[in-house]
DNA sequence: CTGGTGCATGGGATG
DNA sequence: ATCCCATGCACCAGT
């Protein structure tokens, strides 16, 4: 961990030592080795990594100033009087000099073809004047062409921002030596209130790293060409999967998109990970937002905590199977494992309340919303979103999945990953198989093997090339067939259902062949298995010992799938 | 009859 | 004590 490493600069917010801290040349700051955190050489005050510091601010990408009045403003998830005015169609102006500032633009996080529905926020302070405002009393959204989007009330945040920072006394420095459950617990708060927030792509777009204009260093990674040293700062800490996703710029007109603080390019060799130290987020110093007054606002918002076991824990592995070769930055945003219903044939995937609220569009109806997931594999999918009340609360599934978790090869489990990509604030899905696969047959049928897919894939691009889209999250051109989405519907149950299978349908069929050679060489066994050929009824059987996906006891017919497959 | 949908329930996690 | 969420189940529509 080196603070030399960073392009970036931050700013220390005692307002006794405001002086720009720039890390290039490492001046000023030097890192607490093993502590996290970092001192400023000139206040001597230490700003911590992994929790909320009152001291200092760095120069987070969730801070804005207003280019004319300089007033830090926090346009992301802290509300306040000073907070910006979102502009249709994404410009922003000061709340205190009302000049129009940063253009959000696509970073508007849920306008991206993520949804089908994304109207623009009209208004910043419409929604965050308001504070916190419960879901129940949320306004109709997405489902609404003149809906706007509305905080999730553990995103609406609110923090003096009259004043810049709170100081914090020497005695108020944070003890590191029991860092790591802060850090964690200061992981989840930021991800949480997406304070913590590395904004590379905010910075990117806005040309503006977040500090005060007079203020920004020349090493300021306001440059898209820093963002690949940013990235590469945080691909050293093993924690990462502890990293905290936070807020970026374009996710607070009324999202609290989540954006981890690793983000990273698969272009960029090897990917090591981060997480304490500004830097070894793989932030830029200043792209981080250290939240004044955090400290008992975090602690107070701590309650809302994502449970950690929905943490994102991505490897390396996860990163570059869903960034794959392109350049694409991913923020990691959660992760659950499956349950056996998850996995099953319901087809609906229960989201942790937390993270479908901090992550996923906000919903009012029940209908909830198509949401728009890519796999790893880059194939998208439509699920919908929504949930149903649920005890004075609410239950948020995804429904549809099973094709798609079938595709996976997942099963209860095993860990499906959820993470945004940027540019164009996509949703990935990813898997993780689970280390050592549970005997389970409650999912077996359907499995397909690895990538088998039974949909062809469209240029999702293209609206017009996808029209149908059941809630299975099926997409099929329509030229495909004429079959309505009902009938696709009734194919995507067949695949869950054995009992289905024999009604598989001609058309069916056709699009099964489409991708049998991916069939055949998912449904082929590892070389280590040598099969044992049964007779029955005249058949030929071979008959493989398939545990990781059928079980320890189970077997994998495979004459059984040809049949399937009309072989 | 089967499968999908919506909701209820209860165990477990969390505060 | 409260909340989350995995799961069960009743109802309904389609076959």
Redesign the pocket.
């Known amino acids: 961990m080196s603070t030399s490493s960073s392009s970036s600069s931050k700013i220390c917010y005692n307002s006794d030592c405001t002086e720009l801290k720039s890390e290039r040349p490492r001046k000023g700051w030097r890192l607490r080795t093993g502590e996290f955190a970092e001192l400023c050489d000139r206040c001597g005050i230490a700003y911590e990594e992994g929790r909320f510091c009152d001291t200092f601010h760095l120069n987070a990408a969730g801070w804005r100033n207003c280019e004319s009045c300089r007033k830090p403003v926090h346009c992301g998830c802290i509300v306040s009087a000073h907070a910006f005015t979102l502009l249709d169609p994404g410009g922003i102006e000061c709340a205190a000099c009302a000049r129009k500032n940063v253009v959000l633009g696509q970073n508007v996080p849920w306008s991206t073809p993520l949804f089908f529905h994304s109207p623009p926020v009209k208004s910043w302070s419409q929604l965050a004047g308001s504070g916190p405002v419960p879901w129940r009393q949320a306004p109709t959204l997405f489902n609404s062409s003149a809906s706007q989007p509305e905080f999730h009330p553990r995103v609406s945040y609110e923090v003096d921002l009259s004043t810049g920072i709170d100081r914090i006394g020497a005695s108020e420095r944070p003890s590191f030596p029991s860092l790591e459950k802060r850090k964690i617990e200061s992981f989840s708060e930021r991800l949480m209130n997406g304070s913590l927030k590395l904004g590379t792509r905010d910075i990117l777009e806005n040309g503006h790293p977040g500090i005060n204009g007079e203020e920004q260093p020349s090493s300021c990674s306001n440059k898209p060409q820093q963002q690949s040293s940013l990235l590469k700062q945080d691909q050293s800490n093993p924690q990462f999967g502890l990293a905290a996703p936070h807020t970026s710029q374009d996710e607070t007109n009324g999202q609290q998109g989540v954006t981890n603080t690793h983000l990273r390019s698969v272009t960029q060799p090897p990917l090591t990970k981060q997480f304490h130290g500004s830097q070894q987020n793989g932030l830029d110093s200043s792209n981080e937002t250290q939240v004044r007054n955090g400290r008992s606002r975090q602690e107070a918002r701590?309650?809302?905590?994502l449970?950690?076991?929905?943490w994102p824990r991505f490897t390396d592995q996860d990163l570059q199977q869903i960034s794959g070769d392109s350049n694409s930055v991913i923020t990691p945003l959660f992760e659950?494992?499956l349950?056996?219903?998850?996995a099953?044939?319901?087809?609906?995937?229960?989201?942790?309340?937390?993270?479908?609220e901090a992550y996923f569009p906000p919903i009012s109806l029940?209908?909830g919303l198509p949401l728009k997931v890519q796999d790893a594999k880059g194939k998208e999918w439509i699920f919908q979103f929504?949930f149903?009340?649920?005890?004075?609360?609410?239950?948020?599934?995804l429904?549809?999945v099973t094709p798609c978790i079938q595709n996976m090869q997942l099963q209860?489990g095993d860990v499906v990953t959820f993470s945004r990509l940027e540019p164009g604030g996509k949703l990935v899905m990813g898997c993780r198989k689970a280390p050592t696969a549970p005997a389970s047959d409650q999912d077996n049928e359907g499995k397909t093997g690895n990538g088998v897919s039974v949909h062809v894939d469209v240029d999702l691009a293209d609206p017009t090339s996808w029209s149908k889209v059941d809630?299975?999250g099926y997409i099929a051109k329509e030229a495909l067939g004429s079959k309505s989405a009902?009938?696709r519907?009734?194919k995507?149950?067949m695949l869950?259902?054995k009992?289905?299978r024999i009604?598989i349908d001609n058309e069916d069929l056709i699009e099964l062949k489409i991708t049998w050679e991916e069939a055949q060489g998912l449904l082929r066994p590892p070389p280590n298995n040598v099969a044992s050929v049964v007779v029955i009824e005249g058949f030929e059987f071979e008959e493989y010992e398939v545990q990781r996906f059928l079980g320890p006891s189970s077997y994998c017919f495979m004459f059984t799938c040809l049949c399937f497959f009309n072989f």
């Open positions: 701590g309650r809302n905590l449970y950690p076991r929905y659950k494992t349950s056996a219903s998850d099953g044939r319901i087809g609906r995937l229960v989201l942790p309340k937390k993270c479908a029940a209908e929504r149903w009340p649920n005890n004075n609360s609410r239950m948020y599934v429904e549809g209860a809630k299975s009902i009938s519907k009734r995507n149950s869950v259902s009992n289905k009604r």
